[in-house]
Structures are given as C-alpha cells and as structure tokens.
C-alpha cells in the first residue's frame, strides 16, 4: 500500500475511468456536473435528538430509571473553611486536605443541584433550587428538554432556603400539576415558628394544600423511599431510589462536603443543626452506598454532582464523579 493508502494508476486518467474508479459509472459517469447535482437526492432531515448533557444539566442512565441533575448556578465562596469543615480543633487538618487534593481554599464557589428522576411512570423533581433571579433551575429544566409543567412530584429533602426557592416564581406555583410531598416532621418545624422566613411563608405555608407529608421510610412514588438523615435539620429526609439491580441515593444535604465530610470522620458543617448527629448519619450513609454499591448525588457536590462513594484505608470515604458522558 502505498503512502496515500491505496494503489491508484499514477498515468493520468479520462473523467469516465475515474468516475468507473470510484464506483460511479452508467448514465451518471456521463452526466455533467449540473446533472449529478440535480438527480442526486436530497439528504433525509437529521432526526430530532435530545439535548445533549452541559448548560445547566446531566442526563444518567440508572437501571430503568433516567436521572438529570440539574445545576441551580453557583455562589460565590470567600472561604471554605471554617463553614464547610466546622470543628474548631480541626482546621489545619482540613486546610492540609484541602491543599493534597487541589481543592481551593478561598475565591470558590458553593454549588446547587436540584435532581429529576423519571421511573417510566413518574417524573419527580427533587428540591427546588433557590428561585427568583440567583435560581437557574427553572431555565436549565428547559434546557434539558423538559417541561416544568409535566412534573407529577416534588419533594423536598428540608425546609432550607435554597431547597424551597424554587416551588414558587412570581408569587405563582412553578409546578402547577405536581404533587408536593415533604417530610410531616419537617413541615412542621418550619411551618410552625413564631416568625417565618419570608422563604418559608411563600413557598410552603402558601403552598400548604399542596403538601403531601410523610412519615420517614414512606415510598414518595413507586421505587423512591424517603429515608431519615437527621442532623443537617433533625428531620432531613434523602431518597433512595431502585430500579432493578441499580440503586441511587439522593443526598439533598445529608452528606455534607464532597471531600471534606468523607474525608475525615466526625466533620460537620457550620449549617448542620445538630453537627455530632449529622457527622454520625454521613458515616452510616457512606457505609450503607459503598456496601451496596449504589449510585449517589449530593445537593451541593461540584456540578455535575453524580457518581460513586469508596472506602479509603482507615475508615474514610472518597467521592468519585462519573465520567462524563455527552449523551
């Protein structure tokens, strides 16, 4: 074979042995130019594709289950020390963790990303983003291909600001066909102070006859659970969701930091409402997905926030993003 990969006659050739050559011979080898182009039949329309993942959402595949974790946008971080590592005695051990990974320590952000997860018979968004102009969710749904108006489930891991912003835009429900189910325990705290946030009054107390409420180990629809992860709030609830073999666990924020909270046994965050109590959940969390070998997301993981835990030597866990698939 030859330096141009295949061994063509080097004499120089008529148009009609060419075109014999190439495979094109009969009535179209003698055909001029404006004749090829005009009995040549005309490319079939590309068939419609679904948006491909980036901009604002990743699309993963789980069993029988399609998952799209959704990017609510960022907010700026002047430091992540002490909030997302808050034990006090600890902070040059958090700081050297920091610094061994390439993880900055100052002028990063904090990400939120709200998830869809469509059974086959259900499409449930879980948690809302944090609404108005900071909330990106409400565009990046679209952007996936997905109308907001057919979400049949919303449910809400806690009463947080930046979980709840989203069910309400301009004062208006932003699912107005879904079902919204929340924790009973939860509900109740937040509903119930003496004076509620102005998060809190639009978007659940205005939102009550909306509400489902449920008990801790309810199924949300067929193949999601509701799971009690207290400590972030003493009420928190995560979703484990099955399909078959293939199981994901939905954190909201019971797993704390992506690195710091597996990292190293008994961290807190200084957002945790009972710090001892949430460290001790994320333990019993990161046991239970890594002995069953489930997929995981965490509310605020770095975007796109989707993949698997592992048992590193001496009882910590190491968080490990799937790899990216653009389809």
């Known amino acids: 074979m030859s330096d141009n990969q295949f061994d063509l006659p080097t004499a120089p050739l008529d148009r009609r042995r060419a075109l014999q050559l190439l495979g094109l011979t009969g009535a179209v080898a003698a055909a001029s130019p404006l004749a090829l182009a005009q009995t040549t039949p005309a490319a079939a329309p590309a068939a419609p594709t679904a948006p491909q993942n980036g901009n604002g959402f990743y699309r993963q595949k789980i ?3 399609t998952v799209t974790v959704l990017s609510d946008g960022t907010a700026p971080l002047a430091a992540l020390l002490p909030t997302w590592g808050a034990n006090p005695d600890r902070q040059a051990e958090f700081a050297a963790t920091l610094a061994e990974y ?3 320590a100052t002028n990063t952000v904090n990400h939120f990303n709200p998830t869809i997860i469509e059974t086959g018979s259900n499409r449930i968004l879980i948690d809302t983003g944090r609404g108005g102009t900071a909330g990106q969710m409400l565009a990046n749904i679209r952007r996936a291909g997905i109308d907001p108006a057919t979400i049949d489930t919303v449910f809400i891991t806690h009463g947080h600001g930046d979980h709840i912003g ?4 301009a004062g208006q429900p932003t699912f107005p066909q879904a079902r919204h189910v929340m924790g009973a325990a939860e509900f109740q705290f937040w509903t119930t102070q003496a004076n509620p946030n102005a998060a809190v009054q639009a978007n659940l107390i205005g939102l009550r006859d909306r509400f489902t409420l449920i008990q801790p180990g309810a199924e949300i629809v067929p193949g999601l659970t509701a799971i009690l992860t207290p400590g972030h709030t003493l009420n928190h609830l995560s979703v484990r969701a099955q399909s078959g073999d293939a199981g994901l ?4 924020d019971a797993a704390g930091h992506f690195l ?3 990292k190293h046994r008994g961290a807190y965050v200084g957002f945790d409402t009972d710090g001892a109590l949430a460290a001790r959940t994320r333990q019993r969390l990161f046991d239970q997905v890594t002995t069953e070998g489930l997929w995981v997301t965490g509310y605020h993981f770095p975007f796109h926030a989707l993949g698997h835990i592992r048992r590193m030597i ?13 389809s």
Do not use: D, I
């Open 63 to 65: 069993g029988g289950m």
């Open 102 to 104: 390439h993880v900055a």
């Open 166 to 169: 989203g069910l309400t835009t």
């Open 249 to 252: 666990m939905v954190f909201g």
């Open 260 to 262: 710091l909270s597996l």
């Open 314 to 326: 001496g009882g910590a866990y190491e968080y490990e993003p799937t790899v990216w698939n653009w």
